[in-house]
T-cell receptor, first 112, second 115 residues
């Protein structure tokens, strides 16, 4: 698997449900970032979680980081149709000989 | 405070022509990154620059691609003699000078189509 690999590749849920996306990586990191990309648009930064943090919240978003398992999860609670987008995790490992690496993304579809 | 600006938003070039993509970082940001996103794929890092300095170009193809971030003006990603495979969305991001802990803010991207 590659650094910064999201799972699942695609996710389809009903409005109001929670959506969980996972990201795994291979090397030590400085921080991990989650981004959203609506179809045909640019990337929007969602959350940055540092390697010494375990959990972070922003509105309906909750990100966890487990450095022992080299994994992170993004939880979107009470999803809305407007949350339909691709979600990418990016690892910043510049202090460990790697530059930013993005995973292929998870395509989330929230059905009304 | 304006966000990261990229222009043009859409660029169409014929094979063999040159493409110039411009990126103006957010105010106060001195670091610029370029990424390429091929259709149906994730983003791939290309190059990391500070003012007048290329820090890391490990993701940049060895031929036809170059990038600069002059003391004055925007960062430029230049693709010479474009080929169909260069068709992609090119994103620029900027960050403040906080080293490894800085967040990156992305521009809207330039969609390059090579015909």
């Amino acid at each position: 698997s590659q650094q910064g690999e999201e799972d699942p590749q695609a996710l389809s849920i009903q409005e109001g449900e929670n959506a969980t996306m996972n990201c795994s990586y291979k090397t030590s990191i400085n921080n991990l970032q989650w981004y959203r990309q609506n179809s045909g648009r640019g990337l929007v930064h969602l959350i940055l979680i540092r390697s010494n943090e375990r959990e972070k919240h922003s509105g309906r978003l909750r990100v966890t980081l487990d450095t022992s398992k080299k994994s992170s999860s993004l939880l979107i609670t009470a999803s809305r149709a407007a949350d339909t987008a691709s979600y990418f995790c990016a690892t910043d490992a510049r202090n460990y000989g790697q530059n930013f690496v993005f995973g292929p993304g998870t395509r989330l579809s929230v059905l009304p | 405070n304006a966000g990261v600006m990229q222009n043009p938003r859409h660029l169409v070039r014929r094979r063999g022509q040159e493409a110039r993509l411009r990126c103006s970082p957010m105010k106060g940001h001195s670091h610029v990154y370029w990424y390429r996103q091929l259709p149906e794929e994730g983003l791939k890092f290309m190059v990391y620059l500070q003012k007048e300095n290329i820090i890391d170009e490990s993701g940049m193809p060895k031929e036809r691609f170059s990038a600069e971030f002059p003391k004055e003006g925007p960062s430029i990603l230049r693709i010479q003699q474009v080929v169909r495979g260069d068709s992609a969305a090119y994103f620029c991001a900027s960050s403040p000078p906080q080293g490894a802990l800085a967040e990156q803010y992305f521009g809207p991207g330039t969609r390059l189509t090579v015909t």
